[in-house]
């Protein structure tokens, strides 16, 4: 079993949609959830950032976790065209050092239609 | 502009003949990684390194050798490239926060 689980997709949907992403995980030692985004031939990109439970909003964008279900999720509301891309879960996983790994998930690619 | 620049971005190479690709950044970040991504498997790390001459094996580290003799470079090197290998790779670089950044991505095709 993967230590973090994220459906590949591909997931389309009309402009205007929302859109929800979701990861599980089974490590319950990881302490900090990101959510990254990537455009096609390009970098990731950290998009959100968040280290507790609950909720976190950035503009149209908010990141869900749960860490009693294992299960973070990240919303995208009034989705746009260029909202299309590869969106990573990542978590991060702390090292004697002050070394942190992050281990990623397999990335769901989202299409967002005019 | 703060950045993480590779080279090559694109290679074509055969079995056997090493190559390297290069990894820079100009944050003077501690931390730099490099990763390979393969659809279904997302990115997984091969090597990180933790500070000049301090590096240290990823989950995915066989095949791969890299050095950190100074703060801003941290090159992959493939010394007997084999079809396996074949991936788009990714360096990054990581200052005291869990903020990451990539770079563009190197796509290598070992044939």
């Known amino acids: 079993q993967k230590e973090v689980e994220q459906d590949p997709g591909p997931l389309s949907v009309p402009e205007g949609a929302i859109v929800s992403l979701n990861c599980t995980y089974s490590?319950?030692?990881?302490?900090?959830f990101m959510w990254y985004r990537q455009y096609s031939r390009k970098g990731p990109e950290l998009l959100m950032y968040?280290?507790?439970?609950g909720n976190k909003e950035d503009g149209r964008f908010t990141a869900q976790v749960d860490k009693s279900s294992k299960y973070i999720s990240l919303f995208i509301r009034d989705s746009q065209p260029s909202d299309s891309a590869t969106y990573l879960c990542a978590m991060s996983l702390s090292f004697s050092g002050g070394y942190n790994k992050l281990i990623f998930g397999a990335g769901t690619r989202l299409a967002v239609h005019p | 502009e703060a950045q993480v620049t590779q080279n090559p971005r694109y290679l074509i190479t055969v079995t056997g003949k090493k190559l390297t690709v290069t990894c820079s950044q100009n944050?003077?970040?501690?931390?730099m990684s490099w990763y390979r991504q393969d659809p279904g498997l997302g990115l997984r790390q091969i090597y990180y390194s933790m500070n000049v001459e301090v590096t240290d094996k990823g989950d995915v580290p066989e095949g791969y050798k890299v050095s950190r003799k100074e703060k801003r470079n941290f090159p992959l090197i493939l010394e007997s490239p084999s079809p396996n290998q074949t991936s788009l790779y990714f360096c990054a670089s990581r200052g005291r926060t869990d903020t990451q950044y990539f770079g563009p991505g190197t796509r290598l095709t070992v044939l």
């Open positions: 968040t280290y507790s439970s």
């Open positions: 944050m003077n970040h501690e931390y």
């Open positions: 490590n319950s030692a990881f302490q900090y």
